[in-house]
């Protein structure tokens, strides 16, 4: 199994090992010709904005796009949520647009930039979340599946075969999330 992890920014290299430590083959998405043979796809943490630049730099959004309108797997996180967001409440424009939500970037303060809670995500028990200037879902579309709900906000949802986490469960020791993706890739 041959997961793509885009590479041209952020907390890529976290991804990269939670997936090898559960046996997946992995390959850092760096230019178009990255994008050819995929049987999933990681979106990681870092800046939106940034990413979605050199996605267009790079010429890699439409067929990015492209892939995961086609039924590619993707487990985005955090500022790989707001990527695949159609929406965006405070930002001009979205980027990928793929998976039908809003998202508010930013979103939880100043102060609380930075926390971890503990919390049920979809069937995964009691998993770490650790945010860092998180964004949250502030609404979905239809045939959006809620996973988790953090003080009234959703941060963790499942459209089709797209995962968007407001989290980052790269940066735990828990494998269960990266397990589940693994497993909705295999079903
Ligand atoms: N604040 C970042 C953004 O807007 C996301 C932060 C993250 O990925 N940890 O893109």
Redesign the pocket.
């Known amino acids: 199994m041959k997961i793509g992890v885009l590479a041209v920014q952020?907390a890529f290299i976290e991804h990269e090992k939670m997936l090898q430590k559960l046996g997946a083959d992995t390959v850092e998405l760096r230019q178009k010709g990255d994008l050819n043979n995929l049987d999933g796809l990681i979106l990681p943490?870092?800046?939106?904005?940034v990413q979605s630049l050199l996605l267009d730099k790079l010429e890699m959004k439409q067929l990015l796009k492209g892939l995961i309108e086609d039924g590619l797997p993707t487990l985005a996180?955090?500022?790989g949520l707001?990527l695949l967001a159609k929406n965006i409440d405070n930002a001009p424009k979205s980027h990928l647009a793929t998976l039908p939500v809003s998202v508010k970037?930013?979103a939880f303060g100043r102060q609380l930039s930075s926390f971890v809670t503990k919390q049920n995500v979809g069937c995964v028990s009691d998993y770490p979340e650790v945010f860092?200037?998180?964004?949250y879902i502030s609404s979905t579309e239809d045939g959006v599946e809620t996973l988790c709900v953090h003080e009234d906000k959703i941060v963790g949802v499942k459209y089709k075969h797209q995962i968007g986490l407001a989290f980052?469960p790269e940066l735990t020791e828990d494998t269960r999330i990266h397990q589940k993706f693994l497993e909705l890739i295999a079903a």
């Open positions: 952020g943490g870092g800046e939106s904005t996180t955090c500022a707001i970037r930013n860092i200037r998180a964004p980052h």
